[in-house]
């Protein structure tokens, strides 16, 4: 049968690629979970999907009551669930001040970290159940929160520290809106995030790989430095940074070239390895990537997963 896969902040740059990708081999079904519905079909139809090989679905994963009704409304649709793809992402590396989600964590932990966390633990048993013969849950990491890589040493590094402010959930009020209790900086707080979505992938592997099968993986796609998660930068620096990524860093990858690596990851018979951070090399041939000490060490994966259980409500 046809799999279906669900791929979050599917209505622009890396989601929207890999959607496309997925849904053009006709063995995919593609539901689109984004938080702006006709954005996300416009985009489909200008990126010339065919009619049929998706659905839009509502899912602002700045909103847990969202992320619960994003999953009853999946399970109503009666589809099963194959593949998911944790994709969506906000980054504000200009803003002075932090902004909350609905429930008063900051933005960007809120969104790409906390929300997809409490996505990714609901349909687990959903997952479960799907009798498709290799089931995967991918996380979407980066280099920036990596800092054994030239990319993630540009300051700020990311740093959870003791996780003070997240287990103080992040509020800005009774507790600081960063992970390590420090002061806000909108990049460092996207680089945590996507520590944190390092760690719950390994934390998952270790927890559920074994007993289910399913695989679990995240990866670094490349500098796609034409996407709108570059939207909230200066002026000259959105001007600047995809030559700089093409003739200087050479590690720039085309939205199309990056949906299809993520497309790889999530569907390829060739990537079924689990626990892995999958990166691409010059020639685009996709290799295991190490990862930092801090994006590696289990017992902040442990103790991320704790924290981010009671936060989301789960524990
Ligand atoms: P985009 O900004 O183009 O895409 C981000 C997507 O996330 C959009 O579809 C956006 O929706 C969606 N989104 C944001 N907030 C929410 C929310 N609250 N609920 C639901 N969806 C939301 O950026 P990219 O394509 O570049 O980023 C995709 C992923 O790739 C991210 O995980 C990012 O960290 C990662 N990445 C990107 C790199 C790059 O160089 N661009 C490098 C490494 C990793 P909307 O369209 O409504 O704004």
């Known amino acids: 049968r046809q799999g279906c896969v669900v791929v979050t902040g599917a209505s622009s740059g890396l989601g929207l690629a890999t ?7 006709g063995k995919w079904h593609v539901i689109m979970a984004c938080r702006d519905f ?19 679905m509502h ?14 409304s999946f ?37 790409n970290h906390l929300g997809h966390f409490l ?54 009020l009774n507790s600081s809106a960063m992970i390590d209790g420090g ?9 945590d995030s996507k520590v944190c979505n390092m760690l719950t992938m390994q934390e998952f592997h270790r927890r559920y790989h074994e007993e289910t099968g399913i695989t679990f993986a995240s990866l670094y796609p490349g500098c796609i430095a034409t996407t709108g998660l570059f939207r909230e ?3 000259l620096f959105r001007l600047l940074f995809p030559p700089f990524q093409k003739y200087i860093t050479k590690g720039y990858v085309s939205e199309d070239e990056a949906g299809k690596r993520l497309a790889q990851v999530a569907a390829d018979p060739s990537l079924t390895k689990s626990g892995v951070y ?12 190490q990862l930092s000490q801090e994006a590696s060490d289990a017992d902040k994966a442990r103790k991320v997963w704790e924290v981010s259980e009671k936060l989301v409500g789960l524990a």
Not at 59 to 72: G, H, I, K, N, P
Not at 278 to 289: L, P, R, T, V
């Open 59 to 72: 899912l602002d994963l700045a909103s847990l009551d969202s992320v619960r009704q994003f999953v009853e």
């Open 233 to 235: 930068h200066i002026p």
């Open 278 to 289: 999958w990166s691409w090399n010059k020639d685009s041939a996709s290799f295991e990537n």
């Open 19 to 25: 959607a496309k990708a997925l849904a053009e081999t």
């Open 183 to 191: 002061d806000f900086d909108g990049a460092k707080a996207y680089k």
């Open 119 to 172: 996505l990714s633990r609901l349909l687990m048993d959903d997952l479960q159940k799907s009798d498709y013969p290799s089931k995967r849950l991918i996380i979407v990491g980066s280099i920036t929160g990596n800092t054994n890589t030239l990319a993630g040493n540009v300051p700020p590094k990311a740093n959870l520290g003791d996780m003070r402010g997240l287990a103080g959930g992040l509020n800005g």
């Open 38 to 56: 006709l954005k996300a079909e416009r985009a489909a139809k200008s990126a010339g999907m065919a009619k049929g090989s998706y659905t839009v």
């Open 75 to 111: 399970r109503r649709s009666g589809r099963p669930l194959d593949v998911l793809v944790c994709n969506a992402a906000v980054y504000q590396p200009t803003a002075k001040e932090p902004t909350f989600t609905a429930d008063g964590f900051e933005l960007s932990v809120g969104t």
